[in-house]
């Protein structure tokens, strides 16, 4: 048995949201959930998850300015922070790099590659389950 990881989910899409959430959930995960930038920031402050995926597009402060202010703080900076975007663009892709994001995935998210990214940085073995 592995301990239940914390994963907070930032997307200001209520659809989306609610359905990542609950798939993270089924699989065993402690899943929050931050509907915009400035929520998303404290909320890694507040909370410490040991993973955050990040949509970037959003109200208040975009995915990019949340993923650097919350790699800029000491206390959040090693949070591996994994960017959800239907922006596939090569420049987005190396934004989400320059603002500190570790990876990089397209919406709309095929959870199975998803879980790969997330076993890889969390080691939970999140693939296991079929
Ligand atoms: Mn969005």
């Not at 899943?31 to 929520?39: C, F, K």
């Not at 909320?43 to 949340?66: C, K």
């Amino acid at each position: 048995m592995t301990l239940s990881k914390s994963i907070l989910v930032v997307e200001d899409n209520e659809e989306n949201a609610d359905m990542l959430c609950r798939r993270l959930e089924l699989r065993g995960f402690h899943v929050s959930l931050a509907r915009d930038g400035v929520q998303a920031v404290a909320r890694a402050r507040d909370a410490l998850p040991d993973l955050i995926l990040m949509d970037l597009s959003l109200p208040e402060i975009d995915g990019w300015e949340a993923t650097r202010r919350i790699k800029y703080e000491r206390t959040t900076s090693s949070i591996p922070v994994i960017a959800l975007t239907a922006h596939a663009m090569v420049e987005d892709r190396q934004r989400a790099r320059d603002a500190g994001c570790n990876a990089f995935e397209t919406k709309p998210v095929d959870l199975d590659k998803l879980l790969v990214v997330i076993d890889r940085f969390l080691g939970t073995g999140a693939t296991a389950v079929a």
